[in-house]
C-alpha cells in the first residue's frame, strides 16, 4: 500500500504530513512525501537551502517514527497539484492526502486551486486534512 502526501512548511502541509504519517502506520503502508517549489529555476539560493533543510528534517522525523517513506523534491516550477498527481499516478498510489486551510464564511463556496484541481483530478481517493492553530 502507498500513501502520497502533499507537503509545503505551513500548517496545512504540516497537518497533511501528521495525518498521512497516521495512516502509514495504521495500514503498514508506504509514505511518499512530495514537494513542490514554485519558484522553479529562477527560485532564489536561500529559498532552495531553507526548502532542502526542511525536508531533510522530515526525513529525520519519519526515520525515527519507523515509517518506509520517500521524498520526492520538485522544483520545476509546476503547480504543486500537477506534480503530486503525476507521482501518485506514477506509483499507483492508494490515496492522496492534503492539507486545507480554514476560511471565512465566503471563502468556504471555493477551495484553493491546487485543492480543487486534486480532488477533481487524481484517480484515487483524496483525503483532505485541516488544519488548526495547533499545526
Do not use: W
Not at 52 to 60: A, I
Amino acid at each position: 500500500m502507498t500513501v502520497v502526501v502533499g507537503y509545503v512548511p505551513t500548517r496545512e502541509g504540516r497537518a497533511a504530513l501528521r495525518r498521512a504519517a497516521q495512516e502509514c502506520r495504521l495500514r503498514s503502508a508506504k509514505l511518499i512525501v512530495v514537494s513542490s517549489a514554485r519558484g522553479g529555476r529562477d527560485m532564489q539560493a536561500e529559498d532552495a537551502r531553507r526548502f532542502q533543510e526542511l525536508l531533510e528534517q522530515v526525513h529525520v522525523d519519519l526515520e525515527g517514527a519507523g515509517i518506509e517513506h520517500e521524498e520526492r523534491q520538485f522544483v520545476r516550477g509546476n503547480e504543486p497539484a500537477e506534480d503530486l498527481i503525476e507521482v501518485a499516478n506514477e506509483t499507483d498510489a492508494d490515496f492522496i492526502v492534503i492539507g486545507l486551510r480554514r476560511r471565512t464564511p465566503v471563502g468556504k463556496l471555493l477551495l484553493g486551486s491546487n485543492a480543487q484541481r486534486i480532488l477533481l483530478e487524481a484517480n484515487c481517493p483524496v483525503l483532505a486534512v485541516k488544519a488548526d492553530e495547533n499545526d
